[in-house]
């Protein structure tokens, strides 16, 4: 401090305590105002819908809402058809009368795994309202920009044909529906879904259009200066609040008023702190910042260079720069991602923008509507699907430790400052390699018991990622056919659960993937982990390919098929899993699982699927002198499995129990926990701890758990 005051001053330190004051200020506000949130509970007997939030999926409502001084998300279970068409085409503001019930949000219940709890926090949501009865809806009067939004996404979703209405409502308000989820998925895989996030691109191009007409019609350019606050004002809201799209405008204006460079950079950033204290919480706005640094730090850099090098370098240097930010939140990156954007950015901001908006605008003002264009957009897709069958699976990086990616980027800023300089630049370089690859290939030896919910999925995973085993991949059970109007698009519970921890491990491929029988709860997300991580071997059992629907699954895979017989080995870990069972073919149902055992790290290992009581007796009827340390009890806990005689025999220390929260069949049976308590046996659950992780400590295995 007293340094700080010799080299600059009273007046500096005085300015500077003033800030730091108003910053201490507003975060102490937001810590109360959270704290007060969560631990105080208040009824909500009505609640007004933002209405951009609504969203129909089937017979699922969901939005946020609000209600004395506080957001919601909200979900409700739609009655009739008459309430989804309501809903879905629903362009004014009203206040909804209900009856709900509301919780705490879930939290993270992987390592590395998505938070839900976590995320609406970041979004000034701090509790869950299911609504149990709407009673009755009233209009409300008033106009604001959410309800200016949704109106003009109904209306492209009304009057323009798919998919051209949903490249015009994602450029032009940045809305994506769920129907376009799969062509979502495909632009992301390619590393080109950021071509829709409404950032510098497209606020230059509003913002300058309006500026240039204004000033053609006599408007002087200090009032236009002025007028393009209200009017960016009306676009953020419009385009939904998104922090790239405020923090672009906030960049723009503050530009327009003489500050540039890294003053404009700073002074964004405070202002944005001011009115969105969270704001570096999302992934969105830490990338759109992060951009934001790297072109003020940089962008002077390429101004000898002519047009077309300059716009590839400038692209290479924010791909580089963000990539530690992308393999924190996504753990993965498509080197070719930066062809592409390079390639589809001119489709995207110099020939879709422009035209989606003039058509746009021609039909809202004059009623005159031109879908005859919408084979481009069909056109394009199936470019875009061509080009995903090429080069569909990025490279999957791992997810960096906090250090590391600190690191990573302190010595990536270094590099691009001293890139001239060839003895730093080669130091830099290494040293950014070593860090890629301690991430990519993590030096420790780990069994995981991943919460994939109601199923089962263990990954074995050695050290510096140089073998893996994958036991299952979970999987959501369904219950019957919904009616057509309530039939929902659902999302494998693998999205959100396994495949997201995978890939934070840096695994890219696995070696062998053990499908131990044909329940949805153990196969039924296979197609979804093949189709972001690759797989060189599918295991499974004699019985199970006696299933049709199993059978059809296994011809949309490329990868190669195994029966597994007794006494086969799964090389892991400087030892081996061995296949104890099944003894001859089955049916491929719960007595028909495929059971491994092996001895890891000095400790006995056995994983039994969904093996029930006569697979166990015939089991230890073969294996007598079964000696078991780690058990993955069978079917979840179930009453069917882990009989008494077995638990006596095999005498395991812990029993895992892979089973969802507050699963509809109510697993773990009472019985079995009784039967583990009566041998002494500690029972480790993820419907209680979350994902369970063994990772090796000398000659032993140290236990740690998500919750």
Request: hydrophobic letters at 45%; charged letters at 20%.
């Given at each position: 401090?007293?340094?700080?005051?010799?080299?600059?001053?009273?007046?500096?330190?005085?300015?500077?305590?003033?800030?730091?004051?108003?910053?201490?200020?507003?975060?102490?506000?937001?810590?109360?105002?959270?704290?007060?949130?969560?631990?105080?509970?208040?009824?909500?007997?009505?609640?007004?819908?933002?209405?951009?939030?609504?969203?129909?999926?089937?017979?699922?409502?969901?939005?946020?809402?609000?209600?004395?001084?506080?957001?919601?998300?909200?979900?409700?279970?739609?009655?009739?058809?008459?309430?989804?068409?309501?809903?879905?085409?629903?362009?004014?503001?009203?206040?909804?009368?209900?009856?709900?019930?509301?919780?705490?949000?879930?939290?993270?219940?992987?390592?590395?795994?998505?938070?839900?709890?976590?995320?609406?926090?970041?979004?000034?949501?701090?509790?869950?309202?299911?609504?149990?009865?709407?009673?009755?809806?009233?209009?409300?009067?008033?106009?604001?920009?959410?309800?200016?939004?949704?109106?003009?996404?109904?209306?492209?979703?009304?009057?323009?044909?798919?998919?051209?209405?949903?490249?015009?409502?994602?450029?032009?308000?940045?809305?994506?529906?769920?129907?376009?989820?799969?062509?979502?998925?495909?632009?992301?895989?390619?590393?080109?879904?950021?071509?829709?996030?409404?950032?510098?691109?497209?606020?230059?191009?509003?913002?300058?259009?309006?500026?240039?007409?204004?000033?053609?019609?006599?408007?002087?350019?200090?009032?236009?200066?002025?007028?393009?606050?209200?009017?960016?004002?009306?676009?953020?809201?419009?385009?939904?609040?998104?922090?790239?799209?405020?923090?672009?405008?906030?960049?723009?204006?503050?530009?327009?008023?003489?500050?540039?460079?890294?003053?404009?950079?700073?002074?964004?950033?405070?202002?944005?702190?001011?009115?969105?204290?969270?704001?570096?919480?999302?992934?969105?706005?830490?990338?759109?910042?992060?951009?934001?640094?790297?072109?003020?730090?940089?962008?002077?850099?390429?101004?000898?260079?002519?047009?077309?090098?300059?716009?590839?370098?400038?692209?290479?240097?924010?791909?580089?720069?963000?990539?530690?930010?992308?393999?924190?939140?996504?753990?993965?990156?498509?080197?070719?991602?930066?062809?592409?954007?390079?390639?589809?950015?001119?489709?995207?901001?110099?020939?879709?923008?422009?035209?989606?908006?003039?058509?746009?605008?021609?039909?809202?003002?004059?009623?005159?509507?031109?879908?005859?264009?919408?084979?481009?957009?069909?056109?394009?897709?199936?470019?875009?699907?061509?080009?995903?069958?090429?080069?569909?699976?990025?490279?999957?990086?791992?997810?960096?430790?906090?250090?590391?990616?600190?690191?990573?980027?302190?010595?990536?800023?270094?590099?691009?400052?001293?890139?001239?300089?060839?003895?730093?630049?080669?130091?830099?370089?290494?040293?950014?390699?070593?860090?890629?690859?301690?991430?990519?290939?993590?030096?420790?030896?780990?069994?995981?018991?991943?919460?994939?919910?109601?199923?089962?999925?263990?990954?074995?995973?050695?050290?510096?990622?140089?073998?893996?085993i994958l036991i299952d991949t979970g999987g959501r059970v369904s219950f019957g056919e919904s009616e057509g109007w309530k039939k929902r698009s659902t999302t494998p519970n693998a999205e959100n659960t396994l495949i997201p921890y995978l890939k934070s491990q840096g695994v890219g491929e696995i070696d062998t993937l053990v499908i131990t029988h044909t329940d949805e709860d153990h196969m039924g997300d296979l197609l979804a982990v093949m189709n972001q991580i690759k797989v060189k071997k599918i295991l499974t059992s004699e019985g199970s390919l006696t299933n049709p629907t199993f059978v059809a699954t296994l011809k949309q895979i490329r990868a190669k098929i195994q029966v597994a017989k007794v006494g086969q080995q799964l090389p892991i870990f400087d030892s081996h899993l061995a296949v104890l069972y099944p003894f001859s073919q089955g049916d491929g149902k719960n007595n028909d699982s495929i059971v491994l055992y092996g001895k890891l790290n000095h400790t006995n290992f056995l994983f039994t699927g969904d093996l029930e009581s006569d697979g166990e007796a015939s089991l230890l009827a073969?294996?007598?002198?079964?000696?078991?340390?780690?058990?993955?009890?069978?079917?979840?806990?179930?009453?069917?499995?882990?009989?008494?005689?077995?638990?006596?025999?095999?005498?395991?220390?812990?029993?895992?129990?892979?089973?969802?929260?507050?699963?509809?069949?109510?697993?773990?049976?009472?019985?079995?926990?009784?039967?583990?308590?009566?041998?002494?046996?500690?029972?480790?659950?993820?419907?209680?701890?979350?994902?369970?992780?063994?990772?090796?400590?000398?000659?032993?295995?140290?236990?740690?758990?998500?919750?």
């Amino acid at each position: 401090m007293l340094v700080f005051i010799w080299q600059n001053g009273l007046n500096s330190f005085a300015k500077l305590s003033v800030i730091l004051v108003i910053f201490a200020s507003l975060f102490a506000g937001v810590s109360y105002q959270e704290k007060q949130a969560v631990t105080h509970e208040i009824a909500v007997p009505k609640i007004r819908p933002i209405l951009d939030t609504v969203q129909v999926n089937g017979d699922s409502l969901s939005l946020r809402g609000q209600f004395g001084g506080r957001t919601y998300q909200v979900y409700y279970t739609l009655q009739t058809q008459e309430e989804q068409q309501y809903f879905k085409t629903l362009d004014k503001n009203v206040t909804l009368y209900i009856s709900a019930s509301q919780e705490i949000a879930v939290g993270q219940r992987n390592f590395n795994g998505f938070d839900y709890q976590t995320y609406l926090k970041t979004q000034d949501i701090y509790r869950v309202l299911t609504i149990d009865s709407l009673d009755k809806i009233t209009e409300n009067k008033f106009f604001d920009l959410h309800l200016l939004r949704r109106q003009a996404i109904l209306f492209c979703e009304q009057k323009f044909p798919k998919p051209m209405s949903a490249y015009m409502t994602g450029l032009l308000f940045g809305y994506l529906g769920k129907d376009f989820d799969e062509m979502g998925d495909i632009y992301t895989s390619l590393g080109i879904m950021h071509l829709f996030a409404l950032s510098g691109m497209q606020v230059s191009f509003f913002v300058d259009f309006l500026r240039k007409m204004l000033l053609k019609i006599g408007v002087r350019r200090d009032n236009v200066d002025w007028l393009q606050i209200p009017f960016s004002v009306i676009y953020a809201g419009v385009t939904g609040f998104s922090v790239s799209v405020i923090r672009a405008l906030i960049q723009k204006i503050l530009a327009n008023f003489g500050v540039k460079n890294l003053d404009n950079f700073s002074l964004t950033l405070l202002i944005l702190f001011l009115f969105m204290p969270k704001f570096l919480l999302t992934t969105g706005g830490s990338l759109s910042i992060l951009f934001a640094f790297v072109i003020s730090m940089f962008g002077d850099k390429f101004e000898s260079l002519s047009k077309m090098k300059r716009i590839f370098a400038e692209s290479l240097v924010l791909s580089f720069s963000v990539l530690p930010l992308l393999m924190l939140y996504f753990h993965s990156f498509q080197p070719l991602s930066i062809l592409f954007t390079f390639v589809f950015s001119f489709l995207f901001d110099v020939l879709f923008l422009p035209s989606l908006s003039v058509l746009f605008l021609l039909a809202m003002v004059t009623g005159i509507k031109i879908t005859s264009i919408n084979f481009i957009f069909n056109w394009l897709e199936s470019l875009i699907k061509l080009t995903d069958r090429w080069f569909h699976y990025p490279f999957i990086f791992g997810k960096p430790q906090a250090l590391v990616f600190l690191l990573m980027l302190l010595l990536i800023g270094f590099l691009i400052d001293y890139w001239s300089r060839k003895k730093f630049r080669y130091i830099f370089l290494t040293s950014l390699a070593v860090l890629f690859f301690i991430t990519k290939h993590p030096p420790s030896q780990t069994i995981t018991i991943v919460d994939i919910g109601q199923g089962d999925s263990i990954f074995l995973q050695d050290r510096f990622n140089k073998r893996n085993i994958l036991i299952d991949t979970g999987g959501r059970v369904s219950f019957g056919e919904s009616e057509g109007w309530k039939k929902r698009s659902t999302t494998p519970n693998a999205e959100n659960t396994l495949i997201p921890y995978l890939k934070s491990q840096g695994v890219g491929e696995i070696d062998t993937l053990v499908i131990t029988h044909t329940d949805e709860d153990h196969m039924g997300d296979l197609l979804a982990v093949m189709n972001q991580i690759k797989v060189k071997k599918i295991l499974t059992s004699e019985g199970s390919l006696t299933n049709p629907t199993f059978v059809a699954t296994l011809k949309q895979i490329r990868a190669k098929i195994q029966v597994a017989k007794v006494g086969q080995q799964l090389p892991i870990f400087d030892s081996h899993l061995a296949v104890l069972y099944p003894f001859s073919q089955g049916d491929g149902k719960n007595n028909d699982s495929i059971v491994l055992y092996g001895k890891l790290n000095h400790t006995n290992f056995l994983f039994t699927g969904d093996l029930e009581s006569d697979g166990e007796a015939s089991l230890l009827a073969q294996y007598p002198s079964l000696d078991v340390d780690i058990l993955k009890a069978g079917h979840h806990g179930s009453k069917t499995s882990s009989s008494e005689p077995f638990v006596k025999a095999i005498s395991p220390a812990i029993a895992l129990i892979s089973c969802g929260l507050d699963n509809r069949y109510h697993h773990p049976n009472a019985e079995t926990l009784a039967t583990f308590n009566k041998y002494g046996v500690k029972t480790l659950r993820t419907d209680e701890l979350g994902a369970i992780k063994f990772t090796k400590n000398g000659k032993s295995w140290q236990i740690s758990t998500v919750k």
